[in-house]
T-cell receptor, first 110, second 118 residues
């Protein structure tokens, strides 16, 4: 089983739609969780950290379910500029290194 | 606006040649990571350093790859000899780790070095 698993997509949604991605992780001792965004031929960029209580940043909402070991990202009112690959990231238990999922590709269309 | 910088941005070389990639982490960050990204494998961790000391290089082919941090402002990744299968984008990232709890915080990536070995 991979340490971090994501549906690769692509998710094709119209502008204005709401879309949700899920990610599961295998290490129950993981403490830090993030969503990164990667545009084509660019570096990954931090989108948001994920906190136990859930957190929101504008149109983006992240949730963490420790019992089921999954993380979700909800994007409301999708924009064309949201088209990218979204990487789920988890730290390896108490170690300082992060493990990246292979990403979920989102394509927002007119 | 603090950023991680990497040089060169692009490198094309012939099989058997030595390749050196350089990274300048964000000032004040205590952890530096080297990743490789390919279409097939995604983002793979090659090696990382905390306070300039190598902590884990298990993801790196030891026979041809080496990573060092000669000082706090410079990290290097060297491939000697290079092979076509090394063609990939190599990212450097830096971040902060709480030294007591080892809780990791977010990492910030450089723009990457796109390596092509022919």
């Amino acid at each position: 089983r991979k340490e971090v698993e994501q549906d690769p997509g692509p998710f094709n949604v119209p502008e204005g739609a709401t879309v949700a991605f899920n990610c599961t992780y295998s290490n129950s001792a993981s403490q830090s969780f993030f969503w990164y965004r990667q545009d084509c031929r660019k570096e990954p960029k931090l989108l948001m950290s994920v906190y136990s209580s859930g957190n929101e940043d504008g149109r983006f909402t992240a949730q963490l379910n420790r019992a089921s070991q999954y993380i979700s990202l909800l994007i409301r009112d999708s924009k064309l500029s949201d088209s990218a690959t979204y990487l789920c990231v988890v730290n390896a238990g108490t170690a300082s290194k992060l493990t990246f999922g292979t990403g979920t590709r989102l394509q927002v269309t007119l | 606006d603090a950023r991680v910088t990497q040089t060169p941005r692009h490198k094309v070389t012939e099989m058997g040649q030595e390749v050196t990639m350089r990274c300048q982490p964000i000032l004040g960050h205590n952890t530096v990571f080297w990743y490789r990204q390919t279409m097939m494998q995604g983002l793979e961790l090659l090696a990382y350093f905390r306070n300039r000391a190598p902590l884990d290089d298990s993801g790196m082919p030891k026979d041809r790859f080496s990573a060092e941090m000669p000082d706090a402002t410079l990290a290097t990744l060297k491939i000697q000899p290079s092979e076509p299968r090394d063609s990939a984008v190599y990212f450097c990232a830096s971040g902060l780790v709480n030294p007591v709890s080892t809780k990791s915080y977010e990492q910030y990536f450089g723009p990457g070095t796109r390596l092509t070995v022919t």
